[in-house]
Structures are given as C-alpha cells and as structure tokens.
C-alpha cells in the first residue's frame, strides 16, 4: 500500500473532487429536471437535499475513503465489515450504469461543437437533434468520447487527472458567468427568471395513505425522486466516486472544509446553468419540460441558430459542457479502475481500455434509441442512487458509528461536538430522508399506473 498514488496538492483533491461533480448533471440534467419536475420547487427540493442530505453523506464517503486508504469495495473489508462490500459493489454497479449513457450525451455534446462551428443545426434544431442523438452517428460519437475517457483515466491520478481538472474547473466557471450575463440581457427573458427562482408553496405538499402499505399522492411523490437523487447525482455520491477519490487524501486535511467547498461549488453551477438554460427556454417560447432528454439541445440549438454570433456562442458553450463532462466521466470510470488496479495488481492503460469498452457496449441501447437512455437514467434516479447512498449512510450510521467521528475530525479544528452531531443527523433525519426518497421512486418505478420500470421495447 505504500506506493499508493496521492494528490500532489490539497487543491488537487478539490479541484478534482468539484470536477467530478460539475458534468451534465449541472448542465444537461439540472435545467432539463428542473423545467420537467416544477421549476423553482424543484430547485428549494434540490437545494434542501444538496446541504441537509449531499453534505452530510459526501462526508461519510470522504471518511470511508480517508480511513481506507481503499477502492470503494475493498474500503468496506478494510473497515473490518466484510458483509458490508455489497455497498460498495452496488455503487460500482451503479457507476458503470450512469457512465454508460453519461457517455451517450458526451457524444451529442462533440457532435454540437461541431454543428454549432458550421451551424449544421440553424435550419432545423429539432430535426437535427433527432438525427445525431440516436442510431448510428451517436453510437460513433459514444465511442470517440469512450475514447476520450480512456486515454486520461489509463495516464495515473496525478498526470492524468489532476492537470486536467486543474485547468477544467475554473474555464466552466468564467464562460458560464459570461453566458448568463448575455442571456440577462435579451428581452422576454424575465418569466423564465420566475419560473425558476420563484416557488408557488402550494406544490410543496405530499400526502400518504396506507392501504395497508403506504402510498404517496400529491406534487411533490415525483418531484422528491428527482431533486434529491438530483443532488446525488450531482455530487457525484452514491458510486464511490467520492471515496475513490478521498482515498488518496492525507490525514492533515479537513474533510469538513473540503465537502463544504465542493456542495456549494456544485449547486452554484448548476444554478449558473439554470440562469442560462432555462431564462432562455422562455426567451424561445419553449415550454418548459416538453423536450425531454434532448430539451437542452434543442432549445439551445434554436437560440444560438437565431441570435447575434451564435455560431461562437454555441461552440464556446458546447466546449464548456465537453469539458465538464470528460472531468466527470473521468471519475465514474476512475472508480472502477482504481478498484482492479489495488486487487488484482492490473495495468492501469489495459485496464482502462477493458472497461472502457464494457463500459461503451452497455451504452449501445442508449446510444440506438433516446427512450433506451431515459430508462437508464429513470432507473439510475429512482432506485440505484437513493439505494446505494442509503447503503453509505446505514453502514457510517449504524454499522461504523463513533470510529467515523475520529477520522472525519482529523486535520480538521472542529470541535467533537459537531462530529457526534454529524453521526446523529446521518443516524436520523438524513437516513429517513433517503428511505422516502427511495419508497417515492420505487413507487413511481413498479407501482405506478404505468411503471417506469417498463423497458421501452
Ligand atoms: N456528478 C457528475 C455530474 O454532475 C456525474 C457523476 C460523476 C456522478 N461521478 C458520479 C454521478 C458518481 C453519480 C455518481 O455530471
């Protein structure tokens, strides 16, 4: 163990922590769901769920990963809970599936760069969009970015991904601050702006009834699946990302301070994302929520088509959003690698080549047919990350317990107090919200009138 890689710099773990959680999620997901699923209440559910849920179980990750000095599987063994491994094997699982159809808008997102430069979509965005999201061009387009993945993951921790965050980050940051800006100026604009940051509080309701199982009704039974495994998803949490990426953390550092850093980094993009995205939908007289997966292409697509420069806007925002998503896809595959490397002393290019391309095979429905990458993503949202974050939290909460307070306030100046704290809310309130979060999914996904569970075939 003594050879393992770690960050040359502290910055380097949150600069490669932030670049895990900035990608599509802040981008294509977050403005997409939030337009789909209530606009501002899905924002006060989200943003709820990112400080009281994400933070609180991005911790638990951070401590399982620090304390390990572990892959996401073998952490749990090394911890001294053997029979706890399925957690992090279920996370793993969970990793390759978002990455699989992760890499299938990657590639919409190279094909954009390249039709908003020669303005290929300009005549016809919905068309244009249907053509290259699915059948053959996507699956092409899936590969080269696979392939993009691949070729940083196999160049090792510090050369590979390091230096590539390093220089991600703080480019998403600077281009999307300068896009809402120009978008603040268009006129038509300001519905979008209410629509998104103003909550009408009567949506904010959920009524149970049991019969004799429970069963939810009310606006919020689809709205808390998706703003909160939202959260999960944008975090980055819940596939061991998070404690792949701790695991090359060192003792003198404060978790605390660092997850902090992360979650409201993360939302502020997502938000800056937001003022672009959806203020520009209204500004196109684009309903919210009728697009889909692709709303964010076509819409997009229809605003850069008829505005000032648009061909220069589209390429820079399309850049921004390639870049996001290789420093996260990065470390969806980053997991599954370190995992083969620490255990069965794999080459890191092979190994990265090998799963890369298992990877890209599960990617293929998705890439065929978008209905495919809708019911991947619906499973993803409300089952596998609400599961596998309640795994994370039972076993810190009440499997690990105290030995977690320790190593979560090494390098850190707080007080116990408000490590025993931590315990107890991920013993209570935040375990409680996962277990509704996953019984509305779970609801919506086998019990509904028309399971999402459903394959599209
Ligand atoms: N957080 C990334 C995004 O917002 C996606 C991602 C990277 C992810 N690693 C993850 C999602 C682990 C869930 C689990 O785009």
Redesign the pocket.
């Known amino acids: 163990m003594s050879q393992r890689e770690t960050w040359a710099t502290r910055a380097g773990f949150i600069l490669a922590a932030v670049g895990?959680?900035?990608?599509?999620?802040?981008i294509w997901q977050f403005p997409f769901k939030t337009s789909e699923y209530g606009g501002a209440t899905f924002l006060v559910v989200y943003l709820v769920a990112a400080l009281g849920i994400g933070l609180p179980a991005m911790l638990a990750e951070f401590v399982i990963g620090r304390k390990s000095n572990l892959n996401a599987i073998s952490a749990f063994e090394k911890l001294g809970h053997r029979s706890w491994k399925w957690v992090g094997i279920l996370g793993v699982a969970?990793?390759f599936w978002?990455l699989s159809y992760?890499s299938v808008v990657g590639g919409w997102v190279l094909r954009y760069i390249g039709g908003s430069v020669t303005g290929a979509y300009f005549a016809d965005p919905a068309g244009y969009f249907g053509q290259v999201s699915a059948g053959p061009e996507a699956l092409a387009l899936h590969a080269l970015f696979m392939i993009f993945v691949v070729a940083i993951v196999a160049g090792g921790v510090e050369d590979g991904i390091e230096k590539a965050t390093k220089l991600m980050v703080p480019s998403i940051v600077v281009i999307l601050g300068v896009l809402a800006v120009w978008v603040f100026t268009l006129p038509g604009a300001a519905p979008g702006y209410s629509y998104f940051l103003s909550p009408d509080l009567s949506t904010l309701s959920l009524s149970v009834s049991f019969d004799p199982l429970p069963s939810f009704s009310g606006p919020l039974t689809e709205i808390i699946p998706f703003a909160v495994s939202q959260a999960?998803?944008?975090?980055?949490?819940?596939?061991g990302?998070m404690i792949t990426y701790a695991s090359y953390v060192g003792d003198d550092q404060s978790l605390f301070g660092d997850s902090i850093t992360v979650v409201v980094f993360n939302s502020a993009v997502g938000i800056l994302a937001g003022l672009v995205v959806i203020p520009l939908l209204f500004v196109q007289g684009i309903e919210p929520g009728s697009g889909g997966a692709g709303a964010l292409f076509v819409s997009l697509a229809t605003a850069f088509a008829e505005l000032p420069a648009g061909r220069l806007v589209g390429a820079v925002f399309f850049a921004v959003v390639l870049i996001a998503a290789l420093s996260?896809a990065i470390?969806?595959l980053e997991v599954v690698v370190s995992y083969a490397v620490d255990n069965y002393g794999a080459r890191r290019p092979q190994i990265s080549a090998a799963l890369g391309g298992l990877i890209f095979l599960l990617g293929i429905p998705s890439a065929w047919d978008t209905a495919w990458l809708t019911w991947f993503d619906n499973l993803a949202y409300q089952l596998l990350?609400p599961l596998s974050v309640l795994g994370i939290l039972l076993f810190i909460g009440w499997v690990y317990g105290r030995p977690a307070v320790e190593e979560l306030l090494n390098g850190s100046s707080m007080g116990s107090g408000v490590g025993v704290s931590w315990l107890w809310l991920v013993r209570t309130v935040v375990l409680l919200g996962v277990i509704l979060t996953l019984a509305l999914g779970v609801q919506t996904l086998f019990f509904a009138e028309n399971p999402a569970i459903v394959p599209p075939l």
């Open positions: 895990s959680a900035v990608g599509l999620g802040n969970t990793g978002i992760y999960f998803f944008s975090l980055s949490l819940g596939m990302a996260s470390s969806l990350l």
